[in-house]
Antibody, heavy 118, light 107 residues
Framework: EVQLVESGGGLVQPGGSLRLSCAASGFTFNDYWMTWVRQAPGKGLEWVANINRDGSETYYVDSVKGRFTISRDNAANSLYLQMSSLRPEDTAVYYC???????????WGQGTLVTVSS | DIQMTQSPSSLSASVGDRVTITCRASQSISTYLNWYQQKPGKTPKLLIYAASSLHIGVPSRFSGSGSGTDFTLTISSLQPEDFAIYYCQQSFDTRRTFGQGTKVEIK
């Protein structure tokens, strides 16, 4: 069974850092692009970043460029999001998702909540 | 970035109604358009990919159409379990973007 399990969320002060992890199982992890999507409380979905199969290509939404870094460890079947210089507007549930060839996401984790507040 | 604009932002409908949601891209995205359903407290579910292909397990009352910049999600006969928020997403650009969502509420 395909599973994506996020961890690492929590309360952090503005300007702080946090590293999110997504543990993947039930599929050949290095066959897939992976994505982070976030959802602020009561708001819509926002695509954050994605990474290709071997980690050599990464893409970001403008609002996190230079502050967030997506990475992966294919040997550990894990996806990461290193977040720094966090702002209150980064407060959201962060989901990891597996990409299909079409670029859509049929598998999502349950999400991890990041709260940026003093 | 490619901007995705959905309309309406919300709608009220009755069980059995035919519902149509539109999504417009700021530039041509061919048929690289996906639709998701999200219920409160739940993760998004893929409904339609590549503009018109039904994801496995999705009821046939859901359909998608369009190409270029204008797309439509149609629910042919609204069921009680379809009350949710629907999002479109473009996957033409590697930097994906979502629409702002359309909330389908009970009339």
């Amino acid at each position: 069974e395909v599973q994506l399990v996020e961890s690492g969320g929590g309360l952090v002060q503005p300007g702080g850092s946090l590293r999110l992890s997504c543990a993947a199982s039930g599929f050949t992890f290095n066959d897939y692009w992976m994505t982070w999507v976030r959802q602020a409380p009561g708001k819509g979905l926002e695509w954050v970043a994605n990474i290709n199969r071997d980690g050599s290509e990464t893409y970001y939404v403008d609002s996190v460029k230079g502050r967030f870094t997506i990475s992966r460890d294919n040997a550990a079947n894990s996806l990461y999001l290193q977040m720094s210089s966090l702002r209150p507007e980064d407060t959201a549930v962060y989901y990891c998702a597996r990409d299909r060839l079409s670029g859509s996401h049929s598998r999502w984790g349950q999400g991890t909540l990041v709260t940026v507040s003093s | 970035d490619i901007q995705m604009t959905q309309s309406p932002s919300s709608l009220s409908a009755s069980v059995g109604d035919r519902v149509t949601i539109t999504c417009r891209a700021s530039q041509s995205i061919s048929t690289y358009l996906n639709w998701y359903q999200q219920k409160p407290g739940k993760t998004p579910k893929l409904l339609i990919y590549a503009a018109s292909s039904l994801h496995i397990g999705v009821p046939s009352r859901f359909s998608g159409s369009g190409s270029g910049t204008d797309f439509t999600l149609t629910i042919s006969s609204l069921q009680p379990e379809d009350f949710a928020i629907y999002y479109c997403q473009q996957s033409f650009d590697t930097r994906r973007t979502f629409g702002q969502g359309t909330k389908v509420e009970i009339k």
